[in-house]
């Protein structure tokens, strides 16, 4: 098994010169309403950069906001930009659980939660959901093309413990595990770590959050707009009794690995991916309030923010 996107040890201040470059690149344009940073620096090398840029209300922005980025910054920024109009970054605050915002530049929003609680436990499960079975889908990818993004791991497995919590459960057995990948993280850059220590706790790390959610998908299904659909060209999602995937596609020798990231595409070219996992299409209003906005938000940013993510669940439907 190979590793890649092994993490590069910078320190802060090469976060703050990314995010202020960033940030002064966005507020020359008139469109530009609000610029926030979502989490912290837990782990620079590691930690990446989450901005959220809010924009007027019908505002075009059409440009690639990370074109001018320097190598550095665009590996500090794992991701593109999330982006969303005034209205849009309202009604998301309902569905989303994103905290520890950081007001950079232009307004100060509302960022208070308008949504009851009792609304907001059916909408933490159901967010919960869909980041572990996402989570299971990256796992299972890595397992079959035998690769492990390293980075990309460290960053997830630091999450899960905001899923468990989400649902109120405490897996033990798995929460062990977890809590090994993190030291595996925090002592990244302070130690020499052996490749063979990472292969060994992936895999025994994925056999454990396999089982952990065949038995939790037993007791409950996940909320869906639909029984079967993409969420990317090659990975479909089918309604099934029991968790499970199939892989139909060519796998490359090993020594290929060392075009690092770019191995990972080609494969992804190169293979389909069919996910089951237990489907309910009979949404509670709230739930399915939260699928429409997904939809709205979707739309409305390819026609006018085409280079920003949208602030709702990775689990989005592929169109």
């Known amino acids: 098994m190979k590793i890649i996107d092994i993490p590069n040890k910078y320190n802060e201040a090469a976060y703050h010169e990314a995010i202020n470059n960033q940030v002064n690149y966005l507020s020359k344009s008139e469109g530009v309403l609000s610029i926030y940073q979502i989490g912290g620096l837990s782990t620079p090398g590691i930690s990446d950069i989450d901005l959220v840029v809010v924009f007027k209300d019908n505002f075009k922005f059409e440009e690639n906001p990370r074109i001018a980025n320097s ?7 794992t991701h593109g930009l999330y982006g ?5 970054f309202s009604a998301c605050l309902k569905f989303t659980f994103f905290h520890n915002f950081r007001h950079l530049y232009g307004e100060e929003l509302d960022l208070s939660n308008p949504t009851p609680d009792y609304l907001q436990k059916e909408l933490k499960e159901q967010i ?4 572990l079975f996402k989570m299971y ?16 791991l460290f960053l997830h497995i630091k999450a899960l413990p905001y ?7 405490e897996p033990k057995a798995l929460l062990e595990m977890v809590q090994e990948g993190i030291e595996l993280r925090n002592n990244w850059f302070h130690e020499t770590i052996p490749s063979d220590t990472v292969i060994s706790w992936f895999k025994q790390f994925f056999i454990s959050y396999e089982s952990f959610l065949v038995k939790l998908f037993d ?20 309604n099934d009794n029991a968790l499970g995937y199939n892989r139909r596609g060519l796998i490359w020798p090993d020594f290929f690995n060392l075009l690092d990231k770019k191995y990972f595409k080609a494969l992804n070219r190169m293979n389909q991916f069919t996910f089951q996992v237990p489907l309910n299409v009979n949404p509670p209003e ?7 906005y997904a939809e709205t938000v979707d739309s409305y940013n390819k026609n006018h923010l085409p280079f920003f993510m949208t602030l709702t669940s990775s ?5």
Do not use: C, G, W
């Open 219 to 238: 007791k409950q299904k996940m909320f869906s707009p639909a029984l079967q659909f993409k969420i990317a060209p090659n990975i479909e999602i089918q």
């Open 315 to 319: 689990l989005k439907v592929y169109k």
């Open 84 to 88: 969303a109009s005034k209205s849009h």
């Open 128 to 131: 919960a959901l869909e980041f």
């Open 137 to 152: 889908i990256n796992l299972a990818i890595q397992k079959s093309y035998n690769t492990i993004k390293l980075r990309s």
């Open 71 to 77: 190598a550095v910054a665009n590996y500090l920024f």
């Open 163 to 169: 899923d468990f919590e989400f649902l109120n459960i």
């Open 286 to 292: 709230i739930i399915s309030s939260y699928f429409k």
